[in-house]
C-alpha cells in the first residue's frame, strides 16, 4: 500500500444507498500524459490491480474507443458485469463514466469521475466515486461501503504506481 501521504482518502455513507468516496493525490507527470491514461477505458487493466475483488477485464462495445459516448462491460468476478459509458470526457481537464453492476439484478450504478489540475508538470487529480445501492440491494449498501472504498482505494494506489514508473517503463514515455 502506498504511503497515506501520497494518496488523502475520504468517503462517507450517505444513507438511502449512496455513498461518496474521493482520492487526491499528485504525480509528476503532464498532465497530457495522466489525461491519456485514465481515459483509456479498454487499458485499465495496466492499472487496475491484478487482486481487485471486482474486475477482470474491459470489453469495448461502441464502435470508438474513446471518447463521450463510448460503451463498455466490464466482466467481474462471481459471474457479474458492469455496464458502462463515459458521460464526460473534457481533455485534459477532466473525465466521467457512469456504470452499472448486475448479478443478475441490478446491484448498484456509480459515477467515476476525474478530476485534473496543471501545476507545472505536477498534475493533481481528484477522483470521486458515488454509488447508490439498487432496489433489493439498498439496505445492504451499508455493508457496500467498505467494498467500495476497499476497492477504490487499490484502484488509485494502482493509478499512481503506473504514473511513477520510470521513463522507459511506462508507455507513455
Known amino acids: ?96 463514466i457512469r456504470q452499472t453492476t448486475y448479478y443478475g439484478l441490478p446491484l448498484f450504478t456509480a459515477d467515476f469521475s476525474y478530476r485534473l489540475r496543471r501545476a507545472g508538470h505536477v498534475t493533481h487529480v481528484t477522483h470521486t466515486t458515488t454509488a447508490s445501492a439498487l432496489g433489493v440491494f439498498k439496505p445492504v449498501a451499508p455493508i457496500l461501503k467498505n467494498f467500495i472504498r476497499r476497492e477504490r482505494t487499490m484502484t488509485c494506489e494502482g493509478l499512481v504506481r503506473e504514473l511513477e514508473k520510470p521513463p522507459g517503463e511506462h508507455p507513455m514515455a
Not at 501521504?5 to 449512496?18: E, N
Not at 479498454?42 to 487496475?48: A, D, F, K, L, T
Not at 481487485?52 to 474507443?65: G, Q
Not at 467481474?76 to 481533455?91: F, L, N
Request: proline share 4%; aromatic share 12%.
Open 1 to 96: 500500500m502506498l504511503g497515506r501521504r501520497k494518496i488523502r482518502l475520504g468517503w462517507r455513507f450517505q444513507g438511502g444507498g449512496v455513498i461518496r468516496f474521493t482520492c487526491g493525490f499528485k504525480v509528476q507527470r503532464p498532465i497530457e500524459d495522466v489525461f491519456e491514461l485514465i481515459s483509456d477505458v479498454e487499458n485499465y487493466c495496466r492499472w487496475v490491480p491484478s487482486n481487485s475483488l471486482v474486475f477482470l477485464e474491459t470489453v469495448i462495445t461502441s464502435a470508438h474507443r474513446r471518447g463521450l459516448g463510448l460503451t463498455y462491460v466490464d466482466k467481474v468476478r462471481g459471474g457479474g458485469k458492469s455496464v458502462g459509458e463515459v458521460v464526460a470526457y473534457d481533455p485534459p481537464d477532466g473525465f466521467m
